[in-house]
């Protein structure tokens, strides 16, 4: 689907409405120094296998990670309230 990539929302820093730019978030690779991604990596790393079952995903979809920016203070803030969609687009 196609989206706009100006959005016309409140700004929770200023709390006033100002036109925000949109932007899609990527993903990214697993940092390795956190304990948990340690931990892990030390148990995939031997001969003991997976930590835990493999989850088979039921949903064909994700949602969008939409961060918006507010000119006035510069800062981002999470789009709440997104949708699941194949295809997703940001109008120019
Ligand atoms: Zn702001």
Known sequence: MK??????TICPHC???TTQ???VVKKRE???LSGGQRRY???????????????TPVK???????RLKCPQCKKMHVK?????VKKFELKR
């Open 3 to 8: 989206f706009p990539a100006q959005l016309r």
């Open 15 to 17: 709390r006033v409405h």
């Open 21 to 23: 730019k949109l932007s």
């Open 30 to 32: 697993r940092g390795t």
């Open 41 to 55: 990596l030390s148990v995939v790393s031997g001969y003991r296998g997976f930590p835990r079952p493999k989850v």
């Open 60 to 66: 064909q979809t994700k949602k969008v990670d939409m």
């Open 80 to 84: 709440t309230r997104t949708f699941r």
